[in-house]
């Protein structure tokens, strides 16, 4: 099989309206996990970090940097009337999302009527994702976000991508948010989205001088809206 792909470079038409749009983050190696946006056929599509060879997903450009760099992290928002137009599903036309085959860990019954877990991949999952939606919408747009603000999944018990780094990322925001209003804090803070949902609202908030509570919990305090 042949991958005619390019590397997607970004010119949003912010004045044609978007049939589809997507949230992208620039992955921190060539190696990392995550679906990468791409440019095929003039059209913006997104290939799955398991569906094309890792030596074409994780090249790299002269200076070392991911040449598909553009992380899909699956946050889209999508026009009602081309989601109308997704769903016409009748013989003479198809619809437009493909399967995937995903290889996963699948519990199974053994002879004598036990659910055993594997320890390693042992069935094919098929898998439909919205994303392949953007190579059939128009003028669809990308929006580069910060890592540190939006992104912080969680993947795995422990280690990288895990709850433990989503929650200090998320702790982490929160100290940057108080240091750019001019809060000095040593407490472990997270700030409720239903008080503020960006960094630039929050410091307006402070400005201002909206009231809020502070609820404390077992290992720091959340900001939340004042009753």
């Given at each position: 099989m042949v991958y005619c792909l390019d590397p997607l470079?970004?010119?949003?038409?912010?004045?044609?309206?978007?049939?589809?749009?997507?949230?992208?983050?620039?992955?921190?190696?060539?190696?990392?996990?995550?679906?990468?946006?791409?440019?095929?056929q003039n059209r913006i599509q997104v290939v799955e970090y398991s569906?094309?060879?890792?030596?074409?997903?994780?090249?790299?450009?002269?200076?070392?940097?991911?040449?598909?760099?553009?992380?899909?992290?699956?946050?889209?928002m999508i026009n009602r009337s081309f989601v109308k137009k997704l769903s016409i599903n009748s013989n003479d036309r198809p619809s437009y999302l493909p399967y995937h085959p995903a290889?996963?860990?699948?519990?199974?019954?053994?002879?004598?009527?036990?659910?055993?877990?594997p320890d390693k991949p042992n069935a094919i999952k098929a898998e439909m994702f919205v994303f392949d939606s953007l190579s059939v919408a128009q003028n669809g747009?990308?929006?580069?976000?910060?890592?540190?603000?939006q992104f912080a999944p969680i993947k795995n018990a422990k280690g990288e991508d895990s709850i433990a780094t989503s929650r200090q990322l998320l702790l982490d925001?929160?100290?940057?948010?108080?240091?750019?209003?001019?809060?000095?804090?040593?407490?472990?803070?997270?700030?409720?989205?239903?008080?503020?949902?960006?960094?630039?609202?929050?410091?307006?908030?402070?400005?201002?001088?909206?009231?809020?509570?502070?609820?404390?919990?077992?290992n720091g305090v959340v900001l939340v809206p004042q009753d």
């Open positions: 470079f970004i010119g949003l038409h912010a004045s044609k309206k978007s049939e589809m749009s997507s949230k992208a983050v620039v992955k921190k190696n060539p190696q990392e996990k995550v679906g990468v946006f791409v440019k095929k569906d094309a060879p890792r030596e074409i997903l994780q090249s790299t450009d002269e200076g070392g940097q991911a040449l598909f760099n553009l992380g899909n992290i699956a946050i889209h290889h996963k860990k699948v519990p199974f019954l053994d002879p004598a009527g036990h659910t055993q877990m747009q990308i929006q580069i976000i910060s890592r540190d603000e925001r929160g100290k940057s948010w108080l240091n750019a209003a001019g809060i000095k804090s040593d407490e472990k803070i997270e700030i409720s989205p239903l008080f503020a949902p960006t960094k630039e609202y929050f410091i307006e908030e402070c400005r201002k001088r909206t009231p809020f509570n502070i609820e404390k919990k077992t």
